[in-house]
């Protein structure tokens, strides 16, 4: 049964890592008991290698589940630290993968991004973040840096996924910047559709103003391609 709900996700994540962690601390706290107990049992080929199998694999688990809610935790620390510092603005989730990375080089960031990131964009233009309670900025970019934003699609394993592809022109130089949002929710990875789009529009709405505002050359309107219908086109044939 899909779960529904952050909390249950957390809560799942949460158990497997609290049993992961008590098999582990079992096995390294009473090494004779369980000795006696492996002794106890019917010889298997294997069972040493089993059990130190086992182990690692509760180990690792346990390992992620714990890296994963830090992450999380640090993506909302983040975030409030954000809201708070910049009512006005937007506060979006970012994940790190290969073409972010080589063009944020291209923009000359020598920071190392993690895994999960947050994106502020308010009057003044993007900027990216990383930390936690206090938020350090790794890219700064003006709105009129950007030339245009647009959504597109990346391959991610089996599936694509939708990012927003920010042209930067700076120094001479115009480089694309596919950013690709996530979801905060333990056990989620990229971003709904219906969160995604809402947040290319505030983007695209913040550029705009502030083009405006600067008596800059606005970026064109892109309306949305008209679906037509099969009860359409069977109306149109009579």
């Not at 009473?30 to 690692?56: C, I, Q, S």
């Not at 600067?214 to 008209?226: D, F, K, R, W």
């Amino acid at each position: 049964m899909p779960l529904t709900s952050s909390r249950q996700r957390a809560a799942l994540i949460l158990v497997v890592a609290c049993a992961a962690a008590l098999v582990v601390g079992v096995l390294a706290a009473m090494p004779p008991k369980v000795d006696r107990l492996v002794a106890l049992l019917p010889p298997v080929p294997g069972t040493a290698a089993g059990l130190a199998f086992l182990a690692l694999c509760a180990l690792a688990v346990a390992i992620a589940a714990l890296r994963r809610l830090a992450t999380v935790a640090a993506c909302r620390n983040r975030r409030a630290a954000l809201e708070q510092a910049s009512p006005h603005g937007a506060v979006a989730c970012g994940i790190r993968h290969g073409a972010l990375t080589a063009a944020l080089a291209e923009l000359g960031v020598t920071a190392r991004v993690p895994s999960r990131f947050s994106v502020l964009a308010d009057r003044a233009g993007l900027s990216f973040w990383t930390g936690g309670r206090r938020p350090r900025r790794v890219l700064g970019v003006r709105w009129s840096e950007v030339r245009s934003i647009r959504s597109d699609r990346l391959v991610a394993g089996a599936s694509t996924v939708p990012v927003v592809v920010l042209r930067i022109r700076r120094d001479g130089a115009s480089v694309e910047v596919p950013v690709l949002l996530g979801a905060e929710r333990p056990g989620a990875f990229a971003l709904g559709d219906a969160d995604f789009y809402a947040t290319v529009r505030t983007w695209k709405a913040e550029h705009r103003a502030a083009l405006a505002a600067e008596g800059l050359e606005l970026p064109p309107l892109t309306a949305p391609i008209p679906v037509i219908t099969s009860a359409q086109l069977v109306g149109a044939g009579r």
